[in-house]
Structure formats: C-alpha cells, structure tokens
C-alpha cells in the first residue's frame, strides 16, 4: 500500500524560507504527475503546485515566484522550496498525485508567524 511520508515545515517568520519533502513508499507506482497541496483550517485541501514527470511545473497564483516544485524519481521523492513565506501561507501541506488518488499522508505544519 501506498504511503505518503511529509517532512519539513515548522514555525517562520514572514519572509523566511522552508523546504518540505515528500517521500512515497511501498506499493510500485511511478507517479506521473505529482503535486502539493495545502490546507489551512476550516479549509479545503487547496492545489499549490503541480509538476508532471517531464514537464514545466506550474503554480497556484499565490504562490508563483516564490515557490518551486521538484522531483527526484529515483528517490520517489518530491520537495517544494518556500521563500518569501507569508502569513497566509500557513496550513498543513500535503502531496499526492494530481488529482490526488492516494490516502493523504499526515501533511506537515508550516507556520508563518513574527
């Protein structure tokens, strides 16, 4: 069974950097086409990147030029670069593929505050 493992968040403060990491265990999927989202309280699961195995990523417009999505297949593993981090930014932020058909993994906790 597929697992999704999230690293990476904690607490920063407005205009700091993070840089989560998404590993996929167990089960033999390649995944294609992998993302991240995030959710903040009371919210939906929210679409922050997307990047295809061979492709140019693409980014939520909130996030553009401050985000960066990346992918090592041979580690089945996927990051996401956060600077210039803002207080909307907080939330738990996942990845699966896209659309998501994987159980979502325990997410990790970015929190933007000074």
């Known amino acids: 069974q597929v697992q999704l493992v999230e690293s990476g968040g904690g607490f920063v403060q407005p205009g700091g950097s993070l840089r989560l990491s998404c590993t996929l265990s167990?089960?033999?999927?390649?995944?294609?086409?992998v993302a991240w989202y995030r959710q903040a309280p009371g919210k939906q699961h929210e679409l922050v990147a997307g990047?295809?195995?061979?492709?140019?990523?693409d980014y939520a417009d909130s996030v553009k030029g401050r985000f960066t999505i990346s992918r090592d297949d041979a580690k089945r593993s996927v990051y996401l670069q956060m600077t210039s981090l803002e207080f909307e930014d907080t939330a738990t932020y996942y990845c699966?593929?896209?659309?998501?058909?994987?159980?979502w993994g325990q997410g990790t906790q970015v929190t933007v505050s000074s």
């Open positions: 699966n593929s896209r659309p998501p058909s994987y159980t």
């Open positions: 990047l295809l195995s061979r492709g140019l990523p």
């Open positions: 167990g089960g033999g999927d390649r995944l294609v086409h």
